[in-house]
């Protein structure tokens, strides 16, 4: 079976500082895709990043990067020049082929940025 | 392009009754997947859809079932509601629903059950 842990329920950061949320997986599966999504208060679910497990470089988008460290299945979001706009809870997911790449989340962070 | 569009936004039901929701994907799109979203046990899956046949199911009673359509539109079923069905449901599509697709969701269905 695979498990997502996010064990911030919630963090506050300053605008235009940066954000670390910490993810850790637990999977058997050698192949494996890493999500992160935010969920404004609106409710609407937004892709934010990708990494799959055979991927050597850190994904990165934008101002979201994903910090992949394998051997310790992490796969921690930092947010850089944290937007007022980038209130909301964010969720790191997963797909296994085991699990018939359904994706499974983990509980999720709230981030609070602070004018 | 357009996104995932679900239908209705809220919704108000009481217990027994039965509802419907309504999910179109972003054409093109052929996987349909149904999450339940409550404070207590967060995101759970419910089930996929691809290509008109249920290719995946969570572990929810047989009270929740579902269907998609040739145009890829699916929809929701819950009968005989009961208060703990209220919950925000979220569709969302992908290409293939396969291992590095991402999925796009809606923004979902806030159902409440009185």
């Known amino acids: 079976a695979q498990k997502i842990t996010q064990t911030q329920p919630g963090m506050f950061v300053q605008e235009k500082e940066a954000v670390t949320l910490d993810c850790t997986y637990d999977t058997s599966d050698q192949s494996y895709g890493l999500f992160w999504y935010k969920q404004p208060s609106s409710g609407e679910m937004i892709f934010l990043i990708y990494q799959g497990s055979y991927d050597e470089q850190n994904a990165t988008e934008g101002r979201y990067s994903l910090n992949f460290q394998k051997a310790r299945k992490s796969a921690n979001l930092v947010i850089s020049a944290s937007q007022l706009g980038d209130s909301a809870m964010y969720f790191c997911a997963m797909r296994v082929p085991s699990n018939d790449y359904k994706l499974s989340f983990g509980a999720g962070t709230t981030v609070t940025v602070r004018a | 392009k357009a996104g995932v569009t679900q239908t209705p936004r809220y919704l108000i039901k009481t217990r027994g009754q039965q509802v419907t929701l309504s999910c179109s994907p972003i054409s093109g799109h052929r996987s349909v997947s149904w999450y339940q979203q409550t404070p207590g046990q967060g995101l759970q899956f419910l089930f996929e859809?691809?290509?008109?046949?249920?290719?995946n199911k969570g572990n929810f009673p047989g009270r929740f079932s579902g269907r998609q359509f040739s145009n890829s539109r699916s929809e929701m079923n819950v009968s005989t509601l009961e208060l703990g069905d209220s919950a925000l449901y979220l569709c969302?599509?992908?290409?293939?629903?396969?291992?590095?697709?991402?999925?796009?969701f809606g923004q979902g269905t806030r159902l409440t059950v009185v």
């Open positions: 859809y691809f290509s008109e046949t249920q290719r």
């Open positions: 969302a599509s992908s290409p293939t629903g396969g291992g590095s697709t991402e999925a796009f």
